[in-house]
């Protein structure tokens, strides 16, 4: 009965430990709606990025839009958040007003909200530190833009190469949606590096190999520390707790002038009618904002072959069953998710089984195995990781034990000659003792 | 026998916690003889009066060995001793409340995680089982008694029998006087009190009894030949192994006296009864013990006691080759052919065997019982329990006190009266001696070998003392109530050599004798209260103004992991803790005083002596949620972690050679302060020690850091901690608990 309890308390105690990991900052129901809170150098850029915004508002997004300096601005209010997401587009600013700060913006990172930074040239101190807290180191010279000579956007006056249509995307459709992007992306602002050891930052747009990162007004007389394709133009970060971050050099990508532009990239004969931004950005927020590529594990269950409930703990050389729901978020409504690569291991300090579930195409994997040989503390795992997709983690603890005194074979063909010795030699002493006892 | 069925009453009466006095029926008879203190008005003849006064005396002896060993109990209170013994309660309260089969099967995956442990087969279930026994029968008589209770008690009442059980065996092997004085030394002596105070709930409690009951029953049946004796001899080995390791000395010992027996000439059919009778039916037995299994016919430490047998079939053949054949030429020819030929395919079967691997080879542990050196070199981790370590002088003399002078006089006499049993005796006393000089722990085996022999020295010399004293005075009729217990065998009562003063220098040696008997009895007395009752954890120290302090932090840190903590956790500390942390705490740990798997404790002794990010990549795997840590620098505790530090480096070295030992060193010395080498001071056991200890006055007029434990300023002061944070530190810091920290969430 303990025991049962025990495994009781555990299950409850993995789903609490599980939940934040599906569903952090919104209701696993019904994630779209949202508030966001969205931060401003100048309130001029309300009306200058207006098609951005807009096209949050029309998927139901609550845009409230303060300045950075507003001494009211909190983002919790009684230890709750106020806001399911924050972005800043306030690249110059060097202290929050109101109670954020560096360390309150982390924080509501960490507890599973969402962020967009917008950065630009002379990016204040203060943003540059939440990039480097997300693994994204800003070029130091804050006047340094990226330049590119060949892959420059045309236009009517030859400026000095900083506004760039960059095409070099990342090759993902969860993250930038299942149509693809024809027009490249202009980008005009500071290049960042992304850090090598942060294993969680992803490079979304980066820049062509021949561009590097200087202050265009100065002369170069050092190298340019930032060279070619290892600069980044906008990065996104998916954290541990699947809070995710955008982070982008430029302010102006945003821009409705950006949006509306034509394009044509230098020694491209291809004009566009129009900048690919619009569509980069909004499908890269529907990603940012958990619209797409979030996933849920629920009814994880594993029991013998032949029972439905499941055991406190197996034996060895049980044969069990295991299986899973898992769903994806589609805008609307948990979709079946479909793939044919879903494992599970049955881990104790390694993985003694790994086997790649089956699906029924309705979002159930399964599969059915014996276990191992061995005793001890055995872990169902699944870690499922795939670019752009929240990670799925699932561990569950399971003890197993060796045969019980009385689960053995009783009776193995081996033994009969034992069997034989013993009984003969007790006939045998039995007759003995008569001979010897009567027969004088 | 009339003895023993008293006895049996006077226990029921202690253990259910009353008034320990003796049961009523030797009382009615006593409270008479205080009355009108005289055996001419009782009426009894001289055999009745010597009876009733062995009586009274094994009675007081059986109380006295039970209240004597109750100091822990009225110091601190009724509570589980130590860290062995904490596993034994769980277990026994587990086998109490699931049942024997649940118990016999239980695989524990609390401890050890991930392997787990399956309890039933690697304990000794003897003890849990008396445990359960003694509760069960008190439960059906209507005792509401709780089991921690019966634990506690049950190492008091099994030296209360090992008195009885003395008493006989003196009387088997000399007279029943050295039996009453072999009681009453082995009542109340240190070596055997240490292991079996009140709450020191473990297997030696009961496996002393169990092994000098079947030593003294095989004894017993080598002196008649009789089978019934043998197979009760049989039944005692075979309860001796069900409760301790220590069996194996038996197993040996045995063979090897029935060898010396042999050798000497004394074969005879009472040996050959009492030994295959003792051998076959004790192993047959023995093999039930799931943790013992195979071993008797499989292991080399069991093949002298099988190789012994088969030498006495040879024995029993070539006697009656003998009977056959008259010519004496022609049977020694005969004589030389066989025992060359059966020690020849003996030696051939044995080599076979062990290259065959079916014979496992001596085990480390045996090699380090035979070589106090070989532990040291091979296997730090039992060289690391202090108990291993070779036995300093100060502890025979502390733990036998007189006895250890009494000892030769005692071999002295057992040689002058040389017989099956007294040889017997010899050899226990001198190997068990051998083996207490090679470890601490083994006085107590040694214990009643010695006290055995010392009781016959005490007796054989004050009955020699007292017919010198009523040799001259034989006319007067008074005989003193001590030379009563020794008038039996008055055979000796030629006294003829006039010497000088001989008379009263009998009387100034036995005063001498009784000074020196009572002096033991102070000195054991003193040595159980001050020395051996105290339960460890619990710590006691005097304060500034003499008034005692008690230190109570394990417990209090125990407590804090059950209550706070998920019920999944898992615990990484040393091994030292992980009984007390399963039992107590009700968490996980990753290894305990079990130490069947040195990888894994390496392991864990890699983590302790990394540096922090390195150690918490090994946590990670292990899945650690908390650390613990025992810390005695701000009490002056002296066994803590710290200075167990070193074992921690040897023994995660002996498996992972990127620990190295000279790391931690200075010139070969090893310190915590500013001197100390820079990989101690940061690795991970010294941060965890030491956090925020900087920053603390620890004595007046020290600096801030001063270590109490070792008298030193600690070398890092400013200790940050990246992976773990600290949970919880006991009031007096003796125990620390860090928690592992997640993952950073964005890197």
Redesign the interface.
């Known amino acids: 009965m303990s025991k049962l309890l025990g495994v009781l308390a555990f299950l409850t105690l993995t789903l609490t430990l599980t939940l934040p990991f599906l569903a952090h900052s919104f209701s696993p129901d019904h994630p779209t709606d949202r508030r966001v809170l969205v931060l401003l150098d100048d309130l001029a850029v309300k009306s200058s990025h207006s098609l951005f915004f807009k096209s949050l508002q029309s998927r139901g997004f609550e845009l409230d839009f303060k300045l950075a300096d507003d001494p009211k601005i909190s983002l919790q209010r009684y230890g709750l958040y106020s806001y399911d997401a924050l972005i800043l587009f306030s690249p110059s600013v060097d202290r929050f007003g109101g109670s954020i700060d560096l360390a309150a913006i982390l924080d509501f990172v960490d507890s599973g909200h969402d962020l967009i930074i917008a950065a630009d040239t002379n990016a204040s101190d203060l943003i540059r530190q939440i990039a480097v807290e997300c693994g994204v180191d800003f070029d130091e010279d804050p006047g340094a833009m990226v330049i590119d000579h060949t892959s420059y956007a045309v236009s009517d006056t030859e400026g000095d190469h900083t506004v760039i249509a960059s095409d070099d995307f990342i090759k993902s459709d969860v993250i930038l949606g299942s149509e693809k992007i024809e027009a490249p992306v202009l980008f005009q602002g500071i290049g960042h590096a992304v850090n090598s050891e942060n294993s969680l930052v992803l490079k979304v747009l980066s820049a062509s190999p021949s561009a590097y990162s200087a202050n265009p007004k100065s002369k170069l007389s050092n190298p340019p520390s930032l060279t070619g394709s290892a600069i980044s133009l906008v990065s996104v970060v998916q954290a541990r707790n699947n809070a995710r971050v955008l982070i982008s050099g430029s302010l102006s990508l945003f821009s409705d002038r950006f949006f509306r532009s034509k394009v044509q990239k230098a020694g491209s004969s291809k004009k566009h009618e129009k900048s690919s931004n619009e569509q980069f950005l909004t499908e890269l927020s529907k990603w940012v904002f958990h619209e797409r590529g979030h996933l849920k594990a629920v009814n994880v269950k594993h029991n013998r072959v032949g029972e439905a409930d499941e055991p406190a703990m197996y034996r060895i050389n049980d044969d069990l069953q295991y299986s899973v729901e898992i769903y994806e978020w589609h805008g609307q409504r948990w979709e079946p998710y479909v793939a044919d690569d879903v494992q599970v291991q049955f881990y104790m300090m390694s993985p003694y089984v790994l086997k790649t579930l089956s699906t029924d195409q309705k979002g159930r994997y399964f599969t059915d195995f014996k276990v191992p040989d061995v005793y001890g503390v055995f872990q169902f795992k699944v870690e499922y990781q795939r670019l752009g997709y929240t990670s799925l983690s699932l561990s569950k603890q399971i003890p197993v034990r060796p045969f019980r005194h009385n689960e053995y074979e009783r009776f193995i063909p081996a033994a009969y000659p034992y069997y034989g010795a013993a009984f003969s030699m007790m006939t045998g002493f039995f007759v003995f003792t008569v001979v010897h006892l009567y027969n004088k | 026998m009339v003895g023993k069925s008293e006895p049996l009453n006077g226990t029921a009466t202690a253990k259910t916690g009353q008034s320990p006095s003796p049961s009523p029926p030797p009382a009615t008879p006593m409270s008479d003889l205080l009355g009108n203190f005289s055996f001419k008005t009782l009426k009894l003849k001289t055999k009745q009066q010597e009876l009733l006064i062995r009586v009274s005396i094994l009675c007081l002896v059986y109380v006295l060995a039970f209240i004597t060993r109750l100091f822990s109990v009225l110091r601190y209170e009724s509570m589980i001793h130590e860290f062995d013994p904490y596993f034994n309660y769980r277990t026994t309260l587990y086998l109490t409340e699931k049942g024997f089969?649940e118990f016999?099967?239980w695989?524990d995956?609390e401890s050890w995680?991930?392997?787990?442990r399956?309890i039933?087969g690697t304990l000794y279930p003897g003890l849990m089982v008396t445990a359960a026994i003694i509760y069960w029968a008190l439960r059906f008589l209507s005792f509401a008694v709780h089991i921690r209770e019966v634990c506690v008690l049950t190492a008091p009442f099994f030296a209360s029998n090992t008195t009885i059980v003395a008493y006989f065996f003196g009387k088997e092997i000399w007279d029943t006087g050295a039996g009453l004085v072999a009681a009453a030394l082995i009542a109340i002596c240190p070596g055997y009190i240490s292991r079996s105070v009140a709450g020191s709930y473990d297997n030696e409690g009961v496996a002393i009894f169990a092994l000098l009951l079947t030593f003294y029953l095989f004894v017993k049946a080598v002196n008649t030949g009789s089978l019934a004796w043998a197979l009760g001899s049989a039944l005692g080995y075979f309860y001796m192994v069900s409760a301790w390791g220590g069996y194996i000395f038996i197993i040996n010992l045995i063979p090897l006296y029935v060898l010396v027996l042999l050798i000497t000439g004394r074969y005879s059919m009472r040996l050959y009864v009492a030994y295959n009778c003792t051998y076959i039916l004790g192993m047959l037995l023995a093999m039930q013990i799931?943790f013992v299994g195979f071993q008797h016919v499989q292991s080399g430490e069991h093949m002298a006691a099988m190789g012994v047998f088969f030498l006495m079939q040879v024995f029993y053949f070539l006697d009656y080759v003998k009977h056959l054949l008259s010519d004496s030429k022609m049977f020694q020819a005969f004589l030389r052919i066989t025992v060359t030929c059966a020690v020849a395919v003996g030696g051939v079967a044995l080599g076979v065997g062990t290259a065959s691997g079916y014979i496992s080879p001596w085990t480390g542990r045996f090699y380090s019982l035979l070589d106090p050196t070989y532990a040291k070199d091979h296997i730090p981790i039992i060289a690391s329990v202090s108990e291993h370590q070779p036995t300093a002088w100060s502890s025979f003399m502390f733990d036998f006190h007189i006895l250890l002078f009494l000892f030769p006089a005692g071999l002295y006499f057992c040689f002058k009266r040389l017989s099956d049993a007294t040889i017997f005796i010899v050899m226990y006393g001198l190997t068990s001696m051998y083996f207490a000089g090679v470890m601490v722990r083994l006085i107590l085996v040694a214990t009643p070998a010695v006290c055995l022999i010392s009781a016959i020295a005490v007796s054989a010399t004050i009955k020699n003392l007292t017919q010198l004293a009523r040799a001259k005075d034989k006319v007067s009729q008074t005989g003193s109530a001590k030379g009563a217990s020794s008038t039996k065998g008055s055979s000796k009562g030629s006294i003829d050599q006039s010497q000088p003063f001989q008379r009263n220098g009998a009387f100034a040696l036995l005063f001498g004798a009784f000074y020196l008997l009572s002096k033991y009895a102070t000195h054991c007395t003193w040595v159980t209260s001050e020395a051996y009752s105290s339960p460890s954890i619990v710590l006691a120290a005097r304060g500034a103004h003499g008034n005692r302090v008690i230190f109570d932090d394990y417990r209090e840190a125990y407590f804090w992991l059950r209550q706070n903590t998920?019920?999944?956790a898992k615990v990484m500390s040393w091994w030292d803790y992980g009984y007390q942390i399963t039992a107590m705490g009700n968490r996980?740990v990753i290894v305990d005083n079990n130490t069947w798997n040195n990888t894994h404790i390496a392991t864990v002794g890699r983590a302790m002596s990394s540096y922090e990010d390195e150690a918490y990549d090994i946590m990670r795997?292990?899945d650690v949620d908390y650390v613990l840590v025992v810390f005695g620098g701000v009490t002056g505790y002296s066994s803590d972690d710290i200075n167990k530090f070193l074992w921690m480096v040897r023994i995660g070295g002996g498996v992972f050679p990127v620990i190295k030992e000279p790391d931690y060193l200075v010139n070969g010395e090893y310190r915590v302060d500013k001197g100390a080498a820079p990989k101690m001071l940061n690795c991970l056991m010294y941060k965890l020690s030491y956090y925020r200890f900087g920053e603390m006055t620890t004595e007046y007029g020290k600096p801030p850091g001063y270590d109490r434990a070792r008298g030193v300023e600690i070398g890092n002061k400013d200790i940050k901690l990246e992976y773990l944070e600290e949970a919880f530190t006991t009031s007096n810091w003796i125990v620390r608990i860090y928690k592992v920290k997640?993952?950073?969430?964005?890197?």
């Open positions: 089969y016999w099967n695989f995956s995680y991930p392997l787990g399956i039933g799931r998920p019920p999944d996980t795997s292990l997640p993952p950073n969430n964005r890197w």
